[in-house]
């Protein structure tokens, strides 16, 4: 069984554009939840998705988006990136909407801003 | 409110116990996590316990919660130099989903 794949692995960008990540979800799981990790505030809840809706957000500002589609497959979206955007990027995915225990995480994806 | 604490370094001899400790402030939490991140790579998850437990044992992994005290320990035994690695705890609370609340880190340093 495939686990949670992210994409792109890395990329730079340069301050002002935009970025879209990509979380494909172990298949049949539902859940999609999106982490930001700094060196210096750890690993930070941006959103989850569950049956392409929104259903938690962190304390992140407007600039960071995100979506699930049809297929569990969801996408976060920074636009007007800031060199503090820079970081690892990691995605979750769970079974069900409600809690089970079992979380699994991509391989993340490294944003480096210019 | 939700909040999670670890010490941050851990040193131990190849074929010692490890014990990681980590304390939380929300009574209704859930779930909580032991992950495991190397270096480069994203978070595996170890082992997890839900809250009416009190311990939970997987191979050389033993979880041990002590709920009155919000304080959750991770034992490795054994411990092998492809052990070292930094430990992530984390919770999960019923109202937020899977929304998972992380420390900072334990990073585990095996000499051998």
């Known amino acids: 069984k495939a686990g949670v794949t992210q994409t792109p692995r890395y990329l730079i960008k340069t301050r002002g554009q935009q970025v879209t990540l990509s979380c494909s979800p172990i298949?049949?799981?539902?859940?999609v939840s999106w982490y930001q990790q700094t060196p210096g505030q750890g690993l930070q809840f941006l959103f989850e998705?569950?049956?392409?809706?929104?259903?938690n957000k962190g304390n992140f500002p407007g600039r960071f988006s995100g979506r699930q589609f049809s297929n569990s497959r969801s996408e976060m979206n920074v636009s007007t990136l800031e060199l503090g955007d820079s970081a690892l990027y990691l995605c979750?995915?769970?079974?069900?909407?409600?809690?089970?225990?079992?979380?699994?995480f991509g391989e993340g994806s490294r944003l480096t801003v210019l | 409110g939700e909040d999670v604490e670890q010490s941050l370094f851990l040193s131990v001899r190849e074929g010692d116990s490890s014990v990681i400790n980590c304390t939380y402030t929300?009574?209704?939490?859930?779930?909580l996590y032991w992950y495991k991140q190397e270096p480069g790579a994203g978070l595996q998850l170890l082992t997890y316990?839900?809250?009416?437990?009190d311990m939970k044992q997987d191979q050389r992994l033993t979880v041990l919660l002590n709920k009155k005290d919000k304080h959750l320990s991770l034992r490795i035994a054994d411990t092998q130099t492809g052990d070292s690695a930094i430990y992530f705890c984390?919770?999960?609370?019923?109202?937020?989903?899977?929304?998972?609340?992380f420390g900072a880190g334990t990073i585990l340093r095996v000499k051998s």
């Open positions: 929300d009574s209704s939490s859930t779930y």
């Open positions: 984390a919770e999960s609370i019923i109202e937020y989903g899977n929304k998972l609340v």
């Open positions: 316990i839900f809250s009416n437990m």
């Open positions: 979750a995915s769970s079974g069900t909407g409600g809690q089970t225990g079992e979380l699994f």
């Open positions: 298949s049949g799981h539902r859940s």
């Open positions: 998705y569950f049956s392409e809706t929104q259903r």
